[in-house]
């Protein structure tokens, strides 16, 4: 019983990494999306940042970074490791 405890450990992480692998895909796929018909149609968004609301629209968005403008600022800078959701229509 002893000698399975850790291959079962090793599969539950593996299953688990894999479930979370497929989240991060999915929420990768809505936010890109959501970022090219921002930046394509200059609609605004509300990013949720560390507990924050910003709203802007998308100006460009790369791998790391999303650069954003509003009213009262032209260039927002914000890191894609931060967002914790997206809203838009």
Do not use: C, W
């Not at 090793?10 to 959501?34: K, P």
């Not at 629209?57 to 894609?80: L, M, Q, S």
């Amino acid at each position: 019983m002893n000698a399975l405890r850790p291959i079962l450990l090793a599969l539950s992480l593996s299953l688990a990494m894999t479930h979370a692998h497929a989240a991060d895909t999915s929420f990768d796929t809505a936010t890109e999306t959501l970022l090219a018909k921002s930046r394509d149609s200059k609609s605004g968004l509300a990013f949720h940042v560390g507990g924050q609301v910003i709203g802007a629209y998308v100006v460009e968005f790369g791998k790391d970074v999303v650069i954003a403008a509003n009213r009262e600022h032209t260039r927002i800078v914000i890191r894609r490791e931060r967002i914790d959701a997206i809203a838009g229509n």
